[in-house]
């Protein structure tokens, strides 16, 4: 579907014929992102992954994400993180058995306190201040700015918004709180790990290859900051999202939810605890969550592409600089593809094999070919981790005699999609904390 926004050319995709084409057989013509209002501000002028236009500069953040940052060692070496901030949360959920929690809200600081630990180091005041901000400014992110249609007079659009304003203002509180993170961690040297932690942090392998080896792009202090920006923008809200969704899918049906505990508490009894070790054997938990990727896309259309030079599609004309949105959502429904696709079904992936690598493009839920998402190892291994935990530890009932049949499952848009309202439980331990 072409849409004329304003003076950009949009085309929509949701056909996964079409995507292909898009996506991978003329991939490199759409590996650019057009620059948006808070991303040229937030992103430090489009100099992180996401944002940086298709080049050399990209390529080498890209080869840093995939081969440093998000690498199946350097996730494994996070894992005391996510053992001790999750065990954390359901410590603090069990101080509050039997009582109604906001767990979608708990998750979310869950979800942050890991990143800001694999990205920062050990907590402080500083870095929950860091936290506060970064969750409010994530906000504007997801807001529409209409100067982002019109370029050419954007300047203009401006002095009657305050989003410029507000993207600044916020922006400007990160950059001083991580500016004074990375100057106090080069005067304890660059070298030494955060004391406190037993593993390396993200930063301190950003600094390491800034002051190390020798790159076509010399890593300054500022791309530094728009990478870890990455990591927040990128790793916070889609990895709670899809925890959401998936407990809340779970109160809805309820023999699902057995389904998965049952396997859980199999696997886990003899030990009594979760032990990422074993995840290996959770086969029925990784159906659930698949299906929670195709019915509730946490990126439900991606993150926008824009064409760096004119081409043809299907026989039309696509214009350099059109901007290309792919509905993953639409595709995730598509009846062409999905046997009742409007049910959640965890056992429709017993038969159809599919995985987070786009190799079918009905189901991208971290998008395909060159942009596609570098976080699939890191954002599942935390989303299982987190939901083994709460539901082996805890059983969950809706609060207030509410049905299942009463759960609002409606959606808001944003970057990641979310459930308009948060989500309350009760939870009963079940099998209590050894720690
Ligand atoms: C469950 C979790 C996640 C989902 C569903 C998800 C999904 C996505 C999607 C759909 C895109 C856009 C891909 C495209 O345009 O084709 C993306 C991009 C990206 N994601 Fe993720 N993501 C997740 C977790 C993470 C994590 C944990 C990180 C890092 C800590 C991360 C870092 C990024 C980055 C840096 C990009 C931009 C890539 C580029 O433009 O080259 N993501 N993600």
């Not at 014929?17 to 003329?26: M, N, P, R």
């Not at 494994?76 to 109604?100: F, Y």
């Not at 954007?154 to 304003?165: E, I, S, V």
Request: charge should be negative.
């Amino acid at each position: 579907m072409h849409l004329r926004l304003g003076e950009i050319d949009n085309v929509i995709v949701s056909s996964p014929e079409i995507a292909k084409e898009f996506l991978k057989t003329h991939d490199i013509i759409f590996a650019s992102r057009p620059s948006l209002i808070s991303s040229e501000i937030g992103c430090y002028g489009n100099t992180d992954i996401a944002f940086a236009p298709y080049g050399n500069y990209w390529k080498q953040l890209r080869k840093i994400c995939t081969q440093e940052l998000l690498s199946t060692p350097r996730v494994q070496s996070l894992r005391p993180i996510r053992e001790e901030e999750v065990t954390d949360l359901c410590k603090s959920i069990a101080h509050n058995a039997g009582k109604p929690i906001n767990l979608t809200d708990k998750i979310s600081q869950v979800s942050y306190d890991i990143m800001v630990r694999a990205c920062l180091g050990k907590k402080s005041d500083e870095k929950s201040l860091f936290t506060k901000i970064v969750r409010e400014g994530l906000q504007n992110v997801s807001v529409f700015d209409i100067a982002d249609v019109y370029p050419s007079i954007k300047l203009l659009l401006h002095l009657f918004t305050d989003l410029r304003r507000r993207v600044e203002k916020h922006h400007e509180q990160l950059d001083t709180i991580m500016g004074k993170i990375i100057d106090d961690r080069k005067r304890a040297s660059a070298v030494k790990i955060d004391e406190g932690e037993k593993q390396e942090d993200l930063l301190n392998v950003l600094l390491k290859l800034q002051s190390g080896v020798s790159l076509e792009h010399p890593l300054t202090n500022d791309n530094i900051k728009a990478v870890l920006m990455d990591m927040f923008g990128a790793g916070v809200d889609t990895t709670t999202s899809v925890v959401d969704w998936t407990m809340a899918e779970l109160l809805k049906n309820r023999i699902i939810l057995k389904t998965v505990q049952d396997e859980l508490r199999q696997v886990f009894d003899d030990k009594g605890r979760v032990d990422e070790s074993n995840f290996d054997e959770l086969e029925y938990l990784k159906l659930v969550i698949k299906e929670t990727f195709r019915f509730h896309p946490t990126v439900p259309l991606l993150l926008p592409r824009e064409s760096r030079e004119p081409c043809q599609i299907n026989g039309y004309d696509i214009p350099a600089k059109t901007r290309v949105l792919v509905n993953a959502w639409a595709m995730g429904r598509d009846p062409k593809y999905w046997n009742d696709a409007q049910s959640f079904k965890p056992e429709r992936f017993l038969e159809k094999s599919v995985d987070f690598k786009a190799s079918s493009l009905e189901y991208i839920p971290f998008g395909a070919g060159r942009r596609m998402c570098p976080g699939t190892i890191y954002g599942p291994v935390i989303v299982e981790f987190q939901l083994a935990m709460l539901l082996y530890h805890f059983d969950w009932i809706l609060p207030d005699g509410m049905k299942p049949e009463d759960l609002e499952m409606t959606e808001v848009f944003g970057v990641a999609s979310r459930r308009k309202q948060d989500l309350y439980v009760v939870p009963i331990v079940s099998r209590p904390l050894l720690v």
